[in-house]
């Protein structure tokens, strides 16, 4: 069985070949599972949890959080780029309108929560398309707040 | 002796306070929220009470909510922690006014220290050395921004009610204030229902080091050394260390009886902190009062451990009318000792809060290590509270030592389920700067991209997270559907 983790932009592909070894890169590991999420290969400690649609590792100090590929999430050309709130906040300022041009990083929204601000940048340059929310609203976390039309 | 105190706190430092209580034969009643039902520091108490919704103005910031409590359980005293309403008159008034004790010092004190004009003038009195700076008269976004501007930039802007860094703002030039000072004055009416503004010079790489101070109300007022508190993020302690590096003998001397007479001059009691700015190293280095917390604060524990007291049970005794249990000279620093701050939040994105469910959370233990903590594997954290799970503090015989303690558990020390800085704070520990102690409140903006960035993926984190798959797959119960059982859940409790 072969299953797709991504993390950042890149996608690896992890053969499971019988239980405890798995194939990275043509190399073999033998993989340990002990109880509690604590896995054991060669003499390095892991701890992993995993969600429907992602595994969380962590490895001496460091947390990595990989995603598991399903099929059909491919990325297109010329898209909308769309952002929404970490958390639920309250929109204290909008600062773009629909047709703006954009560029990567620049602030386009200001939330507060937690009695802090928190400004909303533009993951990629392009044009505004529309806005789904107001000033004063309390907005959700993962529901958009604003397109932008990617070229 | 006080017989029981209510905890008007949640989290760690609620858990660390039931725990003296628990040593000191003290009953301890937990305060809840909505949103805190099966918060650790419910579980922990003897016992529990609900005070309101989730929302803290309706649940941990209402006063008459926790004396309402405080009477339907008998409790004799009311322990503020730190956050919260610790440093508000209103609940120590309160308290006074309904003859319960008040874990801290009296309320015209805390009144008299919250004004950061009050405490200047005061400090100014009292020989204590100030940073120059003034609350505007006129308040208007002009009115400040001319008082910044005869002050020299850059010049800080902040909530002259408040603390925590919320409300401030780094203002370099005229142009810049245009828009910070605005936006300052929107987080100080957020966050303090006061919108006023202060304005100082800023000290340029300052150190932020702050004096551990305690009276008693038979007039002994003793310090505890220092902290050096220098490595902040959006003006939130991340680190804390005692000694520190940049204090000589003699200063750590000055700096001492400075805060031993700022004190006095307060009329202070209980336990309570004087931050300083210090400019400089060495002999020559000077320091300047910044504020004084009239609480607990949250890195009292590198004290506890360079100075082997347990403030907390200092803390209990001293409201209960006992003597301090220790004089001046009974106190000495010993070795080194380091706290770590672990927060559900995300470095990589501003530092910005998380929620979610601690999947695996497993704490680190060994000679050296403690870890006062807030949560427990399978808790999910909210966002409504300040986003603080635990503190790792490390103790060593030297600074080396205790850095390398404290970095072995935090590489031993698995969060799972929610983003947080674990990573963070062990690169910052590895980072050369940190290694050589050469601290001051910009390390971090300066250094963060090496703090963030991306680690490279080793082939047997795939491996593992494979592993994870099969598990679920063959329907062993998965870790996101733990299935622990909780004993408490299963007890029928009073005071719920």
Redesign the interface.
């Known amino acids: 069985m072969t299953l797709t983790l991504v993390h950042g932009e890149r996608e690896y592909k992890v053969d499971i070949l019988t239980d405890g070894l798995i194939r990275v890169d043509d190399r073999t590991y033998v993989v340990r599972s002990e109880r509690d999420g604590i896995v054991r290969i060669g003499g390095l400690t892991l701890w992993v949890a995993a969600t429907p649609d992602a595994r969380w590792v962590f490895l001496n100090g460091r947390v990595f959080e990989l995603s598991v590929l399903r099929p059909r999430a491919r990325r297109r050309v010329g898209h909308d780029s769309s952002l929404s709130a970490p958390m639920p906040a309250t929109v204290r300022r909008i600062a773009v309108a629909v047709g703006d041009v954009v560029k990567a990083g620049d602030v386009v929204i200001v939330l507060e929560a937690m009695k802090m601000e928190l400004p909303i940048r533009a993951a990629e340059t392009g044009t505004v398309r529309a806005i789904h929310c107001v000033e004063g609203e309390l907005v959700q976390p993962a529901v958009p707040l604003l397109e932008v039309a990617v070229p | 002796m006080i017989q029981r105190v209510l905890i008007a706190n949640r989290g760690e430092i609620a858990v660390r306070i039931e725990r003296a209580c628990r040593e000191m034969g003290i009953e301890s009643v937990a305060v809840y929220s909505d949103a805190d039902v099966n918060a650790l520091h419910v579980r922990m108490a003897d016992r529990a009470v609900r005070i309101g919704p989730a929302p803290a103005i309706e649940s941990y910031l209402s006063v008459p909510a926790l004396l309402e409590a405080a009477r339907h359980t008998n409790a004799d005293a009311i322990h503020p922690g730190y956050g919260f309403l610790s440093e508000r008159r209103e609940l120590a008034r309160a308290c006074e006014a309904a003859g319960i004790v008040f874990v801290g010092p009296p309320a015209d004190v805390i009144e008299r220290m919250g004004s950061k004009i009050g405490a200047r003038e005061l400090m100014r009195a009292a020989g204590v050395p100030i940073v120059p700076g003034e609350t505007p008269r006129d308040q208007s976004d002009a009115g400040v921004l001319a008082a910044a501007h005869s002050i020299g930039f850059p010049a800080l802007v902040k909530a002259s009610a408040g603390g925590g860094g ?1 409300g401030m703002r780094t203002v370099r030039s005229e142009a810049e204030g245009r828009d910070l000072v605005p ?1 300052a004055r ?2 100080a009416v ?2 303090f229902g006061d919108g006023t503004l202060y304005v100082e010079r800023l000290i340029q790489r300052p150190r932020h080091v702050e004096i551990q101070v305690f009276a008693d109300s038979h007039g002994n007022v003793v310090h505890l050394f220092e902290r050096e508190c220098s490595l902040q993020r ?1 003006h939130q302690k991340v680190i804390e260390e005692s000694p520190s590096m940049a204090i000589t003998p003699a200063l750590r001397a000055s700096m001492g009886e400075a805060a031993v007479a700022a004190a006095r001059a307060a009329g202070y009691r209980n336990a309570g902190t004087i931050e300083f700015l210090v400019e400089g190293s060495g002999d020559h280095a000077r320091f300047y009062f910044l504020e004084m917390n009239t609480r607990l604060q949250v890195e009292h524990p590198v004290t506890e451990l360079v100075t082997d007291v347990d403030l907390v049970r200092a803390q209990l005794l001293v409201a209960s009318g006992e003597r301090l249990p220790w004089a001046q000279a009974d106190l000495a620093q010993r070795g080194h000792a380091i706290e770590c701050r672990v927060y559900a939040e ?1 470095p990589d ?2 530092f ?4 979610g469910p601690l ?2 959370y ?1 704490e680190p233990s060994g000679p050296g290590i403690r870890v006062d903590s807030g949560v427990a594997e399978g808790d999910v954290v909210g ?1 409504n509270y ?2 603080l799970l635990a503190k790792l503090i490390a103790f060593g015989e030297n600074r080396e030592a205790a850095t390398a303690r404290a ?1 072995a558990a ?2 031993a ?5 929610i ?2 800085n ?2 963070f704070l ?1 690169r910052l520990l590895e980072h050369p700067t940190f290694q050589a102690a050469q601290v001051h409140t910009h390390l971090i903006d300066e250094i963060l991209p090496e703090l963030t960035q ?2 490279d ?16 797959q063959r329907s062993t119960p ?3 559907a733990r299935s622990t059982v909780d004993p408490w859940d299963t007890i029928e409790r009073w005071g719920r």
């Open positions: 919320k936006a929107r987080e957020a966050a959006r995300d994105a501003g910005l809060p998380q929620a999947l695996v497993r966002v300040d986003p970095l935090l590489r020390y698995p969060i799972l389920g983003r947080n674990i990573p062990a991306a680690a993926v080793p082939a047997e984190v795939f491996a593992a997270a494979a592993i994870a798959t099969q598990t679920n998965s870790t996101d």
